[in-house]
């Protein structure tokens, strides 16, 4: 066994591990915190955490390849990103100037911007430009504390497109220390000329058996939403992604309530995303399937729009995630800022934008339910704050607080 690293004498660590073992301290959502703490992680996975005095006498420091002293400093999970189009070429920030002029979102798409704009620009990016793109992304992400992401494909919107879109995700999966999970999005917007109906059978038809055959895809998602796929549409997309092995997701009642929510309980997919005009009957449906509702407050900040109520979803014991919806229309990398949203905007607590943005997003992925975790057998996925608690995440909002980042026990940012 090779001990990866030793990080110790931390002012709290954070497990996210409930139950007996979990720390000294805590609050109602049983964060596992430990004070004057240290994590040794050996083989990339978390084999001790606890008082510093004892990990660090069975771990010693200096047998580590990587020695983190964290005196003064909160240790927390890597965050979990589970929602971004973080692939894309262009530039869309004269948009953002447009809404502040009172253009919407619906206006800005109707006029040749929006989704097509960025689809336009991507189409003519090169794969060596996109692969770029994504990584400079990633290595702002990373910067933030987000060690694993979602991107999806979705700005091609023809098969070779999202075929290119997929395999330039997954290069950068291998490229880049943070882990990258693929989502395949053909049905994003309906292609400029063309009718929805018709575009939902080239997806069905065209693209979908091709993702399959690249293997690449994990899940499938589809833009629920008035004006671009209703219900019947996105459920024919899903089904379809379903049979050919990728995991459903919706994009569901972000700008109107379309029954996007439901259908996401209906088919059973691993999240419902945005949520914004969710009713409380949706929710409760959400609830009783097993469906993590993953909301995004960076999107309704940059729209100006209402925020979605994480209170309703969590008094009625929803799972819920938050994530950046990093994109040219929400452009931000920082699950931090997501974090500052969540507890101002979406009456969160800091606690629970912590669970939110790490166990929680982690389950929206399927991924295992160690991810977003610093306990025993975790993966080494680390993020060290240059503040003494994890409330100065969303506390100390517009700033970067993650100060060293660790990959499966392996330094990969110091600020």
Do not use: W
Not at 37 to 50: C, Q, T
């Amino acid at each position: 066994m090779t001990l990866t690293a030793v990080v110790h004498d931390a002012a709290e660590i954070v497990t996210l591990e409930s139950g007996e073992d979990a720390g000294d301290a805590g609050d109602e959502t049983e964060l596992g915190i430990y004070t004057d703490a240290a994590v040794a992680v050996e083989d990339g996975e978390v084999a001790r955490v606890g008082p510093t005095g004892p990990v660090t006498r069975e771990f010693p420091p200096e047998n580590a390849a990587h020695a983190v002293d964290a005196s003064g400093k909160s240790v927390i999970p890597g965050f979990v990103d589970p929602h971004t189009h973080a692939l894309f070429a262009g530039d869309r920030s004269d948009e953002f100037e447009a809404k502040l002029q009172g253009k919407t979102y619906q206006e800005i798409l109707e006029g040749g911007g929006g989704i097509l704009r960025t689809v336009r620009a991507t189409r003519e990016a090169g794969d060596e430009q996109l692969l770029d793109n994504l990584l400079g992304h990633l290595d702002t992400m990373l910067a933030h504390g987000t060690t694993t992401v979602e991107v999806k494909s979705g700005y091609g919107l023809d098969a070779e497109t999202e075929l290119r879109m997929l395999e330039v995700i997954d290069r950068a999966d291998d490229r880049h220390p943070v882990d990258v999970v693929p989502t395949f999005m053909g049905a994003h917007a309906v292609p400029e000329g063309r009718d929805a109906d018709e575009y939902v059978e080239e997806v069905v038809q065209d693209q979908i058996p091709e993702v399959e055959s690249q293997g690449i895809a994990e899940f499938c998602d589809v833009f629920c939403e008035e004006g671009v796929f209703d219900v019947d549409q996105s459920r024919r997309v899903l089904e379809a992604g379903k049979d050919a092995g990728m995991t459903p997701k919706v994009h569901a009642e972000e700008l109107a309530h379309i029954g996007g929510t439901q259908l996401a309980a209906e088919i059973g997919a691993a999240s419902a995303d945005h949520l914004l005009h969710s009713t409380e009957e949706d929710i409760a449906a959400l609830v009783e399937a097993d469906v993590v509702p993953v909301l995004l407050p960076g999107t309704a900040f940059g729209l100006g729009a209402a925020y979605a109520d994480a209170r309703a979803f969590l008094d009625a014991g929803g799972d819920v995630a938050i994530a950046t919806d990093f994109n040219p229309n929400c452009y931000s990398q920082s699950m931090g800022f997501a974090a500052s949203l969540s507890c101002v905007e979406m009456g969160m607590t800091p606690a629970e934008a912590l669970v939110a943005s790490t166990t929680n997003a982690a389950a929206a992925l399927d991924l295992p339910e160690n991810v977003g975790t610093l306990r025993e057998g975790a993966p080494g996925d680390v993020a060290i704050l240059d503040a003494p608690t994890h409330v100065h995440v969303p506390y100390n909002f517009g700033v970067n607080a993650v100060g060293t980042v660790l990959k499966d026990g392996e330094v990969v940012y110091r600020g």
